[in-house]
């Protein structure tokens, strides 16, 4: 069965510092994964997507990822924060080999920006 | 409109009364989905339409009645909830469901739904 952990449930940075996000996965499969980012009171965006292609995906507003398989691992990074990137953060594994569409969705990360 | 929009976007309703979440894709899928946001609480999946075909009930108590007339449109009607079903109701929407996952799902706004 598949599953997900995002390791901080709380991550502090600076205005135009980098950003780390980390998560691992266990899958028995080839996952596709995902990144997506909430903003309070709103739905779930996309921010990026793995699915067996190149292993570092880039995604919406400078954020990327890295599928190392090895780790089981897909951190998700961003070079300089901004004030706007403060939201919860899902790093989510599709349910492989079932018909459900099901998503599995990790506890999700606060990402706070401090000025 | 574009993408998935839900109405309403906040809703306040007692114990004893009946009403209705709606959700609609305007992005051509087939497959759509009800979750369930709770604080400090996981995405809680609680209903899958592939083609209008309800394809899963992930235990959901039957106070919660979902309802897909279409492709585009997705309905959870709710009556005699409780205090603890406060939460955010998201609806999704994907292709359709493919046996190896590859598609991701877009996400409406939600519903904050408060029971008193």
């Known amino acids: 069965a598949q599953s997900v952990t995002q390791l901080d449930s709380h991550v502090s940075v600076s205005e135009g510092t980098p950003v780390l996000l980390r998560c691992n996965y266990s899958?028995?499969?080839?996952?596709?994964l995902f990144w997506y980012v909430q903003h309070p009171n709103k739905g779930l965006q996309l921010l990026l997507k793995?699915?067996?292609?190149?292993?570092l995906v880039k995604g919406i507003n400078g954020f990327e990822a890295e599928f190392k398989k090895s780790e089981t691992s897909f951190h998700l990074t961003k070079p300089s924060a901004h004030m706007s990137d403060a939201a919860e953060y899902f790093c989510?594994?599709?349910?492989?080999?079932?018909?459900?569409?099901?998503?599995?969705f990790g506890q999700g990360t606060t990402l706070q920006v401090k000025p | 409109e574009t993408g998935v929009t839900q109405t309403p976007r906040h809703l306040v309703m007692g114990m004893t009364n009946k009403k209705s979440l709606k959700c609609e894709q305007h992005?051509?899928?087939?497959?759509m989905y009800w979750y369930k946001q709770s604080a400090k609480k996981p995405l809680e999946l609680m209903f899958v339409?592939?083609?209008?075909?309800?394809?899963e009930n992930n235990s959901v108590p039957s106070r919660f009645s979902p309802e897909c007339p279409n492709s585009s449109h997705l309905f959870l009607h709710l009556h005699t909830l409780q205090p603890e079903d406060s939460a955010l109701y998201l609806c999704?929407?994907?292709?359709?469901?493919?046996?190896?996952?590859?598609?991701?799902?877009?996400f409406g706004p939600g519903t904050r739904l408060t029971v008193t």
């Open positions: 339409y592939n083609f209008k075909e309800q394809t």
């Open positions: 899958s028995s499969y080839s996952p596709s």
């Open positions: 992005l051509g899928h087939n497959a």
């Open positions: 793995y699915t067996s292609a190149a292993t």
């Open positions: 999704a929407s994907s292709p359709k469901i493919e046996d190896r996952g590859l598609y991701e799902q877009y």
């Open positions: 989510v594994v599709s349910e492989v080999g079932s018909n459900t569409g099901k998503l599995i």
